[in-house]
């Protein structure tokens, strides 16, 4: 799977907003058939910071949600509400979905 991370500084009047200007994007993202998360989370140091986690199926899914209509409308949208180009991780990731965390296993 492809695994991103993303961090997002959202302008401080935006901030409390993020998750409804994002909205439209977020859903249409995770209606992908390729998409097998896409989860936002903000941070509890920063409240300007949003933290994206997104993973997709393969090169393929990855390179159908770089090229549909919605990325595209949100690279016209988003970026009037951010303070500067958001930073990412990208990896491929030899696994299908999330694995547990040993050290904290819940008995």
């Given amino acids: 799977m492809i695994f991103i991370t993303a961090k997002f500084q959202v ?3 935006h901030a409390d907003r ?3 200007i994002a909205d439209e994007f977020t859903r249409a993202t995770r209606a992908e058939p390729g998409c097998l998360w896409f989860d ?3 941070s509890v140091d920063d409240p300007t910071e ?3 986690v997104e993973a997709f199926r393969d090169d393929e899914a990855g390179a159908a949600h770089v090229g549909s209509a919605h990325f595209r409308a949100a ?3 988003l970026p009037r509400h ?3 180009t958001p930073r990412i991780v ?3 990731v030899d696994q299908e979905d999330w694995s547990e965390l040993g050290e904290m296993a819940v008995e």
């Fill in 90 to 92: 990208n990896a491929t």
């Fill in 50 to 52: 949003y933290v994206l």
């Fill in 82 to 84: 951010l303070a500067r």
């Fill in 18 to 20: 993020w998750p409804e």
């Fill in 75 to 77: 690279r016209e949208k």
């Fill in 11 to 13: 302008l401080p009047e």
């Fill in 40 to 42: 936002w989370s903000r």
